[in-house]
């Protein structure tokens, strides 16, 4: 199993629709989540972060966390052809002094003008 | 603040050869990270530097080195290239190591290609 798991998609929503994005994790010691997003040929670049249980809204974006699920989402609202791009679910995961990120294989958005 | 950089952007280079990346991180930052991103592995941790010392490392195998300099710029080697080895390679930089609300911002990458 997968530590980090996102559906690779490709995931297309109509311009203007809400796009939802998932990510489930293994490990329950997980701390905190970050989302990024990679245009083609292009570096991550990071979105948002939550680590508290709940919603965390940013502009049209919201990330979603239940820890009890072990499951993390990043909504898009009113989503536009330019949020076409591939979405990372990153998890900074725990072992002992370890904290490195650990980033699913993302999933492929389009928006459809 | 300017953001992260890394030298050359695009590199092709032979099967044995070997090669060196730099990373500058965000003025600043203390951590740096080294992530290597294939089509087929995803992004995939290398190794993270904190005040010039390896304070974590991927399972990667030993002909990928690093280190870090005193102003926290950093350096990746790879020996003896093997086709598998064509990636962007990325580099993050944080303010801190390992705090659990520390954000990582990345580079633009190298996209290196071994002939």
């Known amino acids: 199993q997968k530590e980090v798991e996102q559906n690779s998609g490709p995931l297309s929503v109509p311009e203007g629709a809400i796009a939802s994005l998932n990510c489930t994790y293994s490990d329950r010691g997980s701390q905190s989540f970050f989302w990024y997003r990679q245009y083609s040929g292009k570096s991550p670049e990071l979105i948002m972060f939550?680590?508290?249980?709940g919603d965390k809204e940013d502009g049209r974006f919201t990330a979603q966390l239940n820890k009890a699920s072990q499951y993390v989402s990043l909504l898009i609202r009113d989503s536009q052809p330019s949020d076409s791009a591939t979405y990372l679910c990153a998890v900074k995961i725990s072992s002992g002094s370890a904290r490195q990120l650990t980033f699913g294989s993302g999933t492929q958005l389009t928006v459809l003008p | 603040k300017a953001g992260v950089t890394q030298t050359p952007r695009y590199l092709i280079k032979t099967r044995g050869q070997q090669v060196t990346l730099s990373c500058s991180p965000i003025?600043?930052?203390?951590?740096v990270s080294w992530y290597q991103q294939t089509p087929g592995q995803g992004l995939q941790f290398l190794f993270e530097?904190?005040?010039?010392?390896?304070?974590n490392k991927g399972n990667f195998p030993g002909r990928f080195s690093g280190r870090q300099f005193s102003n926290s710029r950093s350096e990746m080697n790879v020996s003896t290239l093997e086709l598998g080895d064509s990636a962007l390679y990325l580099c993050?930089?944080?303010?801190?190591?390992?705090?659990?609300?520390?954000?990582?911002?990345f580079g633009p990458g190298t996209r290196l290609t071994v002939l």
């Open positions: 003025s600043g930052h203390r951590s």
């Open positions: 530097y904190f005040s010039e010392t390896q304070r």
């Open positions: 939550i680590y508290s249980n």
């Open positions: 993050a930089s944080s303010e801190l190591a390992g705090g659990f609300t520390d954000t990582q911002y």
